[in-house]
């Protein structure tokens, strides 16, 4: 098992639309086995592939109820809405509200490329939802209301290194 080094903003990669894993198998298993173990260390209950630098549609996750990974996964279902705080391991120590649906079933395949299903409310429709913005390059700060992103992106700007003394 090895642990990644997890990619922060503005890092394009965690812009780019990821691709489908078309690969399934021992190198896919081994993926998520280093996956959940980045995610378990961070720590955060959930990581998307492009986190890692890897543009591919592939995510793990584990709000509490065991690890499961999910590749190319779709939503098929969403209903209600959810206000709660959330952060991102790639726009670290920052957490704002963020409305999103309440509860989803998402369907994909798993690591030997078989179908799977898996749905929840709250935190774990929540981290499914968070885990597909990241496969389509969307970052939490893109949920954010047009104020708060302003101001989010004001201040992640002033934080980058060298940004304050290059001319
Ligand atoms: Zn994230």
Known sequence: MAIYP??????????????????????????????????????????????????????VADVGQGPFVMANPVIVEETGSWKFEEGCLSVPDRYWIIKRRDHVRATGLDIEGNPVSYEGDELLGRVIQHEIDHLNGTLLLSRLGIRTRSQALKELREDLPGVRRTM
């Open 6 to 59: 997890i990619r922060t903003f503005p890092d394009p990669v965690l812009t780019m639309t990821a691709s489908d894993v078309t690969e399934f198998g021992e190198a896919l298993a081994k993926l998520a086995d280093d996956m959940l173990e980045t995610m378990y260390a961070a720590p955060g209950v959930g990581l998307a592939a492009p986190q890692i630098g890897i543009s591919k549609r592939f995510f």
